[in-house]
């Protein structure tokens, strides 16, 4: 960058101001014909800018931030991390766990959600997690007999169950495979 500041050059920046605009333009509801009339830019060029192809001016930096309501420094800053996180369909991959198909999608502060999928006359009996350990179970495709092995439910898709973890628990599916939304929660 020379003295004057007339372009973003580093790459870094451009990814986090072509995240941005997009984030914000998509959170505004705008289009890219309709914050080009509001910019007075082609939509050519925020698209390049949106996918960190273009080199913006100080002035352009200034018009997008005018038509988002926004300051420049926002417009160019990080979001705090930690915030948002996003598992796409498309990059998920089911791994074992406890015997199942399971899909962690987060662990974080004593709590897991994962996706699990159970084959068709599958039954998995699952050892007791740490006493205090609690599951809930929402049935995407079933049905599914899942919780306490001594006290186990039938479940259909769309309902939801929650039951002590901390004893042998079980998850079955019918003659059919079955698909659910598992939250564990382990005490402190």
Known sequence: ??????????????????????????????????????????????????????????????????????????????????????????????????????????????HEVAVIALEARQVQEVEPNPEGARASLYVLDGPVIAGPVERSTELGTGDYMAFPADVPHLYSAGRKAARALLLTWMPD
């Open 1 to 110: 960058m020379n003295d004057s500041f007339p372009m973003i050059a580093d790459r870094e920046v451009q990814d986090v101001l072509a995240a941005n605009l997009r984030r914000l333009r998509i959170a505004r509801h705008l289009s890219l014909s309709e914050l080009a009339r509001a910019t007075a830019m082609s939509k050519a060029t925020l698209s390049g800018i949106e996918n960190g192809r273009a080199n913006p001016t100080v002035e352009t930096l200034a018009a997008l931030a005018s038509a988002l309501r926004i300051s420049v420094v926002e417009l160019l800053g990080e979001l705090p991390l930690g915030d948002v996180r996003v598992v796409r369909a498309a990059g998920a991959r089911f791994g074992q766990r406890d015997g199942l198909a399971h899909l962690l999608l987060e662990a974080a502060d004593g």
